[in-house]
């Protein structure tokens, strides 16, 4: 099993910036890749970035390309998604979760945090 708790989200002004992080724990070892969604009210919940955790590699939904960053530090068994420029239409839960080795689709998620943009 892998457990993740998220922190960081809370309310900012349209333009502003927060920092998600999820701390990982258990079998951290079999993590492939790890996964930021969001769920806006009435909306399905979307991928919005995702990094594979042993090379590093990146992916982003185009609708926060060039605003949003995700990392990793092994070491901590930590995943950050760093959020710039937000606008009101990012305002919604935002998930971390995990992709384990042999599963086809993420299968640990954490508690959810909340973002709110103003505008």
């Known amino acids: 099993q892998v457990q993740l708790v998220e922190s960081g989200g809370g309310l900012v002004q349209d333009g502003g910036s927060l920092r998600l992080s999820c701390a990982a724990s258990?079998?951290?070892?079999?993590?492939?890749?790890m996964g930021w969604f969001r769920q806006a009210p009435g909306k399905e919940r979307e991928l919005t970035a995702s990094i594979n955790w042993s090379g590093g590699n990146t992916n982003y939904a185009d609708s926060v390309k060039g605003r949003f960053t995700i990392s990793r530090d092994n070491a901590k068994n930590t995943v950050y998604l760093q959020m710039n420029s937000l606008k009101p239409e990012d305002t919604a839960v935002y998930y971390c979760?995990?992709?384990?080795?042999?599963?086809?689709?993420?299968?640990?998620w954490g508690q959810g945090a909340q973002v709110t943009v103003s505008s």
């Open positions: 979760a995990a992709q384990s080795y042999g599963n086809s689709w993420y299968n640990y």
């Open positions: 258990g079998r951290t070892f079999s993590i492939y890749t």
